[in-house]
């Protein structure tokens, strides 16, 4: 079965930084594109950032570029979000999500709280 | 970037009706559009891809049609388990979502 579960969400200050986190499960994850999607409270879905399978290819929206870095980790099954200079409408929900079309096994998502 | 438009906002169907959610793009995408289902509390799930493909495990009520810039997904028979937030979204160049349709209970 596959899983994706995220952690290192929490309550940061405005121009901090946080790590994300998203350990994967029952697939073959060198395998597979990774992206990070949010999803702001009472709002809709917003893609954040994508890595091919090898990391060698990245993509960032324009409302982080310069601000995050995703990375993965193949040996550890494990993709990562580096949130730096943090602002409150960087505040969401932050889900990793498998797929490089269609994005199709989403995990829980972890809370990102970016307020004073 | 490309911008994804829902309509309408909010949608109000009674549990046996069918249910028509429409989705437009400010520019061709050709059949590379995805619907997915997001219920309170949950991830999004995937429900179609390629415009028309049912995603595995997708029950047979759920269909998608559409090209280039106009798509629709049709529920024919509103389950109650169906009433939730659906979103429209387009991989043909970057990724961009609709802002969503909420189906609710009339």
């Known amino acids: 079965e596959v899983q994706l579960v995220e952690s290192g969400g929490g309550l940061v200050q405005p121009g901090g930084s946080l790590r994300l986190s998203c350990a994967a499960s029952?697939?073959?994850?060198?395998?597979?594109?990774m992206n990070w999607v949010r999803q702001a409270p009472g709002k809709g879905l917003e893609w954040v950032s994508y890595i091919s399978s090898s990391g060698s290819t990245i993509y960032y929206a324009d409302s982080v570029k310069g601000r995050f870095t995703i990375s993965r980790d193949n040996a550890k099954n494990s993709l990562y979000l580096q949130m730096n200079s943090l602002r409150a409408e960087d505040t969401a929900v932050y889900y990793c999500?498998?797929?490089?079309?269609?994005?199709?096994?989403w995990g829980q998502g972890t809370l990102v709280t970016v307020s004073s | 970037e490309i911008v994804m438009t829902q309509s309408p906002a909010t949608l109000s169907v009674s549990p046996g009706e069918r249910a028509t959610l429409s989705c437009r793009a400010s520019q061709s995408v050709s059949s590379n559009l995805a619907w997915y289902q997001q219920k309170p509390g949950q991830a999004p799930r995937l429900l179609i891809y390629?415009?028309?493909t049912r995603a595995t495990g997708i029950p047979a009520r759920f269909s998608g049609s559409g090209s280039g810039t106009e798509f629709t997904l049709t529920i024919s028979s509103l389950q109650s388990e169906d009433f939730a937030v659906y979103y429209c979204?387009?991989?043909?160049?970057?990724?961009?979502f609709g802002q969503g349709t909420k189906l609710e209970i009339k």
């Open positions: 029952g697939f073959t994850f060198s395998s597979y594109e």
């Open positions: 999500a498998r797929g490089r079309t269609s994005l199709g096994y």
């Open positions: 390629g415009a028309s």
């Open positions: 979204q387009q991989y043909n160049r970057g990724y961009t």
